[in-house]
């Protein structure tokens, strides 16, 4: 054992793996294995950086390096850093070779694989690719294979060293594992340069390359930030020197593209076809994939594919039946580039002679949703309509009382019938807020309480939640503790505390209570639940004076009334954060009588809830400011509030400049609107940085419109600027959702869509917005009956839109304005 041990510590700490692989291939199974043990406690000695440019330059061994400007102020840095370099590389030699010495000790092949993938707390066998020759030499090719094998099974990103994985398999005679996991890696390693030459004397490479187009894991490694920018100039050189055929990767890019995918997956084999440029004649052995591309969700697939036809039939040209088929799918997509790039070309051929077959594609694109279109197309259409088959005619005929506006107005007069009537649009009916669920007990809680815990931002939850655990903690605390203790998560927190409080456990970390966040209203929502942990620690509440009656979150005053009676008569007082809360979310309209009966309590929290039911309703001037974005981009736009008349736990004192999101954004906003749910414009002020934040990037969600537009109070400035940011998100489920709260809305009696239609054009006249993400929402809320309203916002953003430059969107909102006027009228 000793005589194995010298010679080995002394070529681990030199970090000489030949000559390990030497002392080692020359002991025996059982002497390695009894190694093992010695290895697993033995730390090789750290190199570390030297004090003092002299020793520095010592140890790196060369004073006269190129590294370093001897005699310049940047000198110690160079050195300094030049040396960190070298120690690490020794260190992780050293670290490899002890590595190397305990896998060849192990017993069994598996062994191998378990240790080089040991997760936290233990650290894997940090084996190195260098280490599978010495490894051959020690063990055999047949050892190699195999833990070359077991590594393979569980080769993924981040997971196994795949450059070991792939060195023991070379080594042991081992070809490419026939897993897309193992091929993704394969992709995925540096392999240095020149690529080209590396993977054509690659007997890997023929194998792996119909993965890269087949695999969507393996497309997705070949689209590597880092893989990519390597691999696509390879494959291009290896086919420009005849080592490739170009059919391969023009017919892979091909069947990617058709086999579909996020933008981000096929972007990489779209550029590669434009490097490759196939010609005419090589895109027309695949005329049958480029019409099936036309269909495809990305336009820049379906512009190459119609590129493509458009070549293919100038050498080969295409049946009319296969016009027929690119005609009607060309004519339905939205695009609107596409669909002009179409009829420009149908222009340019025999549209007479071919009449019969594109007929009925025809007919499809007079029926375009964007009449400016569908108006090419009926350009197109109206020389020849008396040409056209009799089925098409009568077809058309039977759509025209479907079909409204010019487009309908001028096929019906082609046609010699009436144009359709404008139908009635559905009576807007105001959404009026409900009744709360039923509060939760114990059982409920616990099924509850995962879901809060993992992501608190659903209003209704957290305060039945809340509530939940007041009315837990006052019941049977052994029960409670024993039926918390299945949710009770073992993290630290605010939330954990709580819980815990609530079952009766001590809150030991007064960190964990001291309210967190830097947006006024998450902290707010933060000190409240904090406020309860602390009192469930001691004393549980009788009940939560700020539990909501409504979805919307209003209190009933008699409820709240009944509370701090009954606290007076008991002796218990209500939290702060808790009064303050059920203050903020009393309705405007209260009964006299509660204020009659508030004036006779005389506790501090009685007579704050006295005063506040005997005041008149007001709500805070709001007003909008340009907030510079530290010079890159335009400006935000955001409403700020008039602090003096709110309490001081949602004010916000910050200029406008400083409240623009550079970090983070807040997470908790959907819980923002239930804090002043009769005061809209203050939920809406405050969410006014969250959401031009998200505007073009992020996830604002779509629940937190939902709360805003069930709160009460006047529609402001604050909420047309809301409005205006969500309708042009660059999401389209949040763009729907604007939609749907403009028609609930405009249900409420006052709502004017004018203000909201002046900060469309401020933000898109300033460049902070897209016209064109504007329109479809509007079409939405006007198809539900917001005729009136979305007229009053395109009639206050157009005079602004139209004074400007020309923008995508321009022509489909006059459109839009034209037939909501129509459609108010009617």
């Given at each position: 054992?000793?005589?194995?041990?010298?010679?080995?510590?002394?070529?681990?700490?030199?970090?000489?793996?030949?000559?390990?692989?030497?002392?080692?291939?020359?002991?025996?199974?059982?002497?390695?294995?009894?190694?093992?043990?010695?290895?697993?406690?033995?730390?090789?000695?750290?190199d570390?950086?030297p004090?003092?440019?002299?020793?520095?330059?010592?140890?790196?061994?060369?004073?006269?390096?190129?590294?370093?400007?001897?005699?310049?102020?940047?000198?110690?840095?160079?050195?300094?850093?030049?040396?960190?370099?070298?120690a690490?590389?020794?260190?992780?030699?050293?670290?490899?070779?002890?590595?190397?010495?305990?896998?060849?000790?192990?017993?069994?092949?598996?062994?191998?694989?378990k240790?080089?993938?040991?997760?936290?707390?233990?650290?894997?066998?940090?084996?190195?690719?260098?280490?599978?020759?010495?490894?051959?030499?020690?063990?055999?090719?047949?050892?190699?294979?195999?833990?070359?094998?077991?590594?393979?099974k569980?080769?993924?990103?981040?997971?196994?060293?795949?450059?070991?994985?792939?060195?023991?398999?070379?080594?042991?005679?081992?070809?490419?594992?026939?897993?897309?996991?193992?091929?993704?890696e394969?992709?995925?390693?540096?392999?240095?340069?020149?690529?080209?030459?590396?993977?054509?004397?690659?007997?890997?490479?023929?194998?792996?390359?119909?993965?890269?187009?087949d695999?969507?894991?393996?497309?997705?490694?070949?689209?590597?930030?880092?893989?990519?920018?390597?691999?696509?100039?390879?494959?291009?050189e290896?086919?420009?020197?005849?080592?490739l055929?170009?059919?391969?990767l023009?017919?892979?890019?091909?069947?990617?593209?058709?086999?579909?995918?996020?933008p981000?997956?096929l972007?990489?084999?779209?550029?590669?076809?434009?490097?490759?440029?196939?010609t005419a004649?090589?895109?027309?052995?695949?005329?049958?994939?480029?019409?099936?591309?036309?269909?495809?969700?990305?336009?820049?697939?379906?512009?190459?594919?119609?590129?493509?036809?458009?070549?293919?039939?100038?050498?080969?040209?295409?049946?009319?039946?296969?016009?027929?088929?690119?005609?009607?799918?060309m004519?339905?997509?939205?695009?609107?580039?596409?669909?002009?790039?179409?009829?420009?070309?149908?222009?340019?051929?025999?549209?007479?002679?071919?009449?019969?077959?594109?007929?009925?594609?025809?007919?499809?694109?007079?029926?375009?949703?964007?009449?400016?279109?569908?108006?090419?197309?009926?350009?197109?259409?109206?020389?020849?309509?008396?040409?056209?088959?009799?089925?098409?005619?009568?077809?058309?005929?039977?759509?025209?009382?479907?079909?409204?506006?010019?487009?309908?107005?001028?096929?019906?007069?082609?046609?010699?019938?009436?144009?359709?009537?404008?139908?009635?649009?559905?009576?807007?009916?105001?959404?009026?807020?409900?009744?709360?669920?039923?509060?939760?007990?114990?059982?409920?809680?616990v099924m509850?309480?995962?879901?809060?815990?993992?992501?608190?931002v659903?209003?209704?939850?957290?305060?039945?939640?809340?509530?939940?655990?007041?009315?837990?903690?006052?019941?049977?605390?052994?029960?409670?503790?024993?039926?918390?203790?299945?949710?009770?998560?073992?993290?630290?927190?605010?939330?954990?505390?709580?819980?815990?409080?609530?079952?009766?456990?001590?809150?030991?970390?007064?960190?964990?209570l001291?309210?967190?966040?830097?947006?006024p209203?998450?902290?707010?929502?933060?000190?409240?639940?904090?406020?309860?942990?602390?009192?469930?620690?001691?004393?549980?509440?009788?009940?939560?004076?700020a539990?909501?009656?409504?979805?919307?979150?209003?209190?009933?005053?008699?409820?709240?009334?009944?509370?701090?009676?009954?606290?007076?008569?008991?002796?218990?007082a209500?939290?702060?954060?808790?009064?303050?809360?059920?203050?903020?979310?009393?309705?405007?309209?209260?009964?006299?009588?509660?204020?009659?009966?508030?004036?006779?309590?005389?506790?501090?929290?009685?007579?704050?809830?006295?005063?506040?039911?005997?005041?008149?309703?007001?709500d805070?001037?709001?007003?909008?400011?340009?907030?510079?974005?530290?010079?890159?981009?335009?400006?935000?736009?955001?409403?700020?509030?008039?602090?003096?008349?709110?309490?001081e736990?949602?004010?916000?004192?910050?200029?406008?400049?400083e409240?623009?999101?550079?970090?983070?954004?807040?997470?908790?906003?959907?819980?923002?609107?239930?804090?002043?749910?009769?005061?809209?414009?203050?939920?809406?002020?405050?969410?006014?940085?969250q959401?031009?934040?998200?505007?073009?990037?992020?996830?604002?969600?779509?629940?937190?419109?939902?709360?805003?537009?069930?709160?009460?109070?006047?529609?402001g400035?604050?909420?047309?600027?809301?409005?205006?940011?969500?309708?042009?998100?660059?999401?389209?489920?949040?763009?729907?959702?604007?939609?749907?709260?403009?028609?609930?809305?405009?249900?409420?009696?006052?709502?004017?869509?004018?203000?909201?239609?002046?900060?469309i054009?401020?933000?898109?006249?300033?460049?902070r917005?897209?016209?064109?993400?504007?329109?479809?929402?509007?079409?939405?809320?006007?198809?539900?009956?917001?005729?009136?309203?979305?007229?009053?916002?395109?009639?206050?953003?157009?005079?602004?839109?139209?004074?400007?430059?020309?923008?995508?969107?321009?022509?489909?909102?006059?459109?839009?304005?034209?037939?909501?006027?129509?459609?108010?009228?009617?």
């Open positions: 054992m000793d005589e194995l041990w010298g010679p080995a510590r002394e070529r681990i700490d030199g970090g000489d793996l030949d000559g390990l692989a030497d002392v080692l291939a020359a002991a025996t199974p059982v002497g390695r294995a009894a190694l093992v043990a010695v290895l697993e406690a033995y730390e090789p000695p750290t570390t950086v004090e003092g440019i002299e020793a520095m330059r010592a140890y790196l061994g060369n004073p006269d390096s190129h590294l370093w400007d001897p005699g310049s102020g940047r000198e110690r840095w160079q050195l300094t850093h030049a040396a960190q370099q070298q690490h590389r020794i260190n992780q030699t050293r670290r490899a070779a002890k590595a190397m010495a305990i896998a060849a000790g192990l017993a069994r092949a598996g062994d191998v694989v240790a080089a993938n040991r997760r936290w707390p233990a650290e894997p066998l940090p084996l190195s690719a260098e280490a599978a020759g010495p490894l051959l030499r020690i063990r055999g090719a047949a050892w190699c294979a195999t833990v070359g094998r077991g590594l393979a569980r080769a993924r990103s981040g997971s196994a060293p795949w450059a070991l994985t792939e060195a023991l398999l070379r080594a042991g005679g081992e070809d490419l594992p026939d897993e897309p996991a193992a091929v993704a394969y992709v995925r390693l540096w392999r240095g340069q020149p690529l080209a030459d590396i993977l054509a004397e690659d007997p890997w490479f023929p194998r792996a390359l119909p993965y890269i187009f695999d969507d894991r393996v497309a997705e490694a070949f689209g590597d930030v880092y893989a990519g920018p390597a691999w696509r100039p390879a494959l291009l290896l086919t420009a020197t005849e080592r055929p170009r059919e391969t023009i017919a892979g890019c091909l069947r990617r593209l058709a086999t579909g995918g996020r981000g997956l972007a990489p084999f779209l550029s590669l076809l434009g490097d490759l440029a196939p004649d090589e895109l027309a052995a695949h005329r049958g994939q480029l019409v099936g591309l036309l269909a495809a969700p990305g336009s820049t697939v379906a512009g190459f594919a119609h590129t493509g036809l458009i070549a293919v039939h100038g050498v080969r040209p295409l049946e009319p039946l296969e016009l027929a088929d690119v005609t009607a799918a004519l339905i997509r939205p695009e609107k580039k596409l669909v002009r790039a179409h009829v420009a070309w149908l222009r340019r051929l025999p549209l007479d002679d071919l009449l019969p077959d594109l007929a009925e594609a025809l007919a499809d694109g007079v029926q375009h949703p964007a009449p400016d279109l569908a108006g090419l197309v009926l350009d197109l259409v109206e020389p020849r309509l008396s040409r056209l088959p009799a089925g098409t005619r009568e077809r058309m005929l039977a759509e025209v009382p479907a079909m409204e506006g010019e487009i309908g107005e001028r096929l019906a007069a082609l046609l010699g019938v009436a144009p359709a009537a404008p139908e009635a649009g559905p009576a807007l009916v105001a959404d009026l807020p409900g009744a709360m669920p039923p509060p939760l007990d114990l059982d409920d809680l509850e309480l995962p879901a809060w815990l993992a992501d608190h659903d209003p209704l939850r957290h305060e039945l939640v809340l509530d939940g655990l007041v009315r837990a903690a006052r019941g049977d605390r052994e029960a409670t503790a024993r039926a918390l203790a299945s949710v009770q998560p073992a993290w630290q927190g605010l939330l954990p505390s709580v819980v815990g409080a609530a079952a009766g456990q001590p809150v030991v970390d007064p960190r964990q001291s309210a967190r966040g830097w947006q209203l998450t902290l707010f929502v933060n000190s409240r639940t904090a406020e309860l942990a602390r009192r469930l620690d001691c004393d549980p509440p009788a009940a939560l004076l539990f909501p009656a409504t979805t919307a979150g209003h209190v009933d005053p008699g409820r709240v009334l009944s509370l701090l009676a009954a606290a007076e008569r008991d002796g218990w209500p939290g702060h954060a808790d009064l303050t809360q059920a203050l903020l979310r009393l309705p405007r309209e209260i009964d006299p009588a509660v204020g009659k009966s508030a004036a006779r309590l005389r506790s501090a929290a009685g007579r704050t809830f006295a005063e506040w039911v005997g005041r008149e309703p007001s805070p001037a709001v007003w909008i400011e340009d907030a510079p974005l530290r010079g890159v981009g335009p400006a935000v736009r955001l409403a700020c509030l008039e602090v003096g008349t709110l309490p736990e949602i004010a916000d004192t910050r200029a406008a400049r409240r623009v999101i550079y970090g983070r954004p807040a997470h908790d906003i959907v819980l923002w609107p239930m804090i002043t749910p009769s005061h809209r414009e203050i939920a809406a002020a405050h969410l006014t940085p959401v031009a934040d998200r505007t073009d990037s992020g996830n604002l969600g779509t629940a937190v419109l939902a709360g805003l537009t069930a709160a009460g109070g006047p529609h400035p604050a909420t047309a600027l809301v409005l205006a940011y969500t309708l042009a998100n660059h999401r389209t489920d949040v763009r729907l959702a604007a939609a749907d709260a403009l028609l609930a809305l405009a249900a409420r009696p006052g709502f004017d869509g004018t203000a909201t239609g002046e900060q054009a401020a933000l898109v006249t300033s460049g917005t897209v016209l064109r993400r504007v329109v479809a929402p509007l079409t939405e809320a006007m198809r539900g009956g917001a005729h009136r309203a979305v007229a009053e916002v395109t009639a206050a953003a157009l005079p602004a839109l139209q004074a400007g430059p020309k923008r995508q969107g321009l022509p489909d909102l006059v459109r839009l304005d034209e037939a909501a006027r129509k459609r108010r009228t009617t």
